[in-house]
Structure formats: C-alpha cells, structure tokens
C-alpha cells in the first residue's frame, strides 16, 4: 500500500544553519536506508519557508481570493512530504518513527494512506 508522511514541526529550526547542517546528515542516511529497504517511493519534496507561500481560497464573492502566507494561527507549518510503500498502516508508521527530526527537534509526522481510485 502507498502511504504518504506529512513532516510538520516548528520552521525556525530547519532554516538554522548550525541545527540544519547535522540534521541533513541524518536525513541523507534515513532515506538511503529507507530507499534501499524498497520503502520509499520517489515524489516526496522538502518545502521552502511558509513566508514564501500563497493560500488561495473562496472569496466573498465565491471566487477565488489569493492571500500571501498560510496565515495560520499555529506554531507548526507542514515542512515536506514523502511518499512510502508499505505492508499496512503498521510498517507505515514504524517507518515514520525514525524521521531523524523527531528526536532532534520534536517535528511531527503524520502517516496517511493514499486513496487508490
């Protein structure tokens, strides 16, 4: 089964050059044991910094409305995403539990099946 990782935590910290620099270490040996594992599939992506983003929603008009920035009201900002292939929602979230960004800086990470349609 495809599921999909959705890596959220505090953005300060993985643009911190001096906490960044060791993380990506970590990181570059997650996906090689992972990749080599057959549990990652390509498409993943590391995000750039909310301040970069637009939100489009409905309007007062019920037309689209473009605003700089989520403008969410939360500490925590989805910072990437990476798509795995697991047995089942158990291997899934083995896998997830040792994204090196939880135990360096408390990010979370959420693990959701992909629908197959």
Known sequence: MRYVMILT???A?????ETADGLME???SWWAT????GKLE???AELQPSSTAKTVSRGPDGGPTVT????LELKEVVGGFIHL???DMDDAVAVAATWPGIAALGDRVEV???MER
């Open 85 to 87: 292939v697991a047995d």
């Open 13 to 17: 910290p993985w643009f911190d050059p």
């Open 9 to 11: 935590g505090e953005e």
């Open 42 to 44: 390509d498409g993943g």
């Open 68 to 71: 700089d920035g989520p403008f």
């Open 34 to 37: 992972w990749s080599e594992a």
């Open 26 to 28: 970590q990181v570059t």
């Open 112 to 114: 959701r099946p992909v």
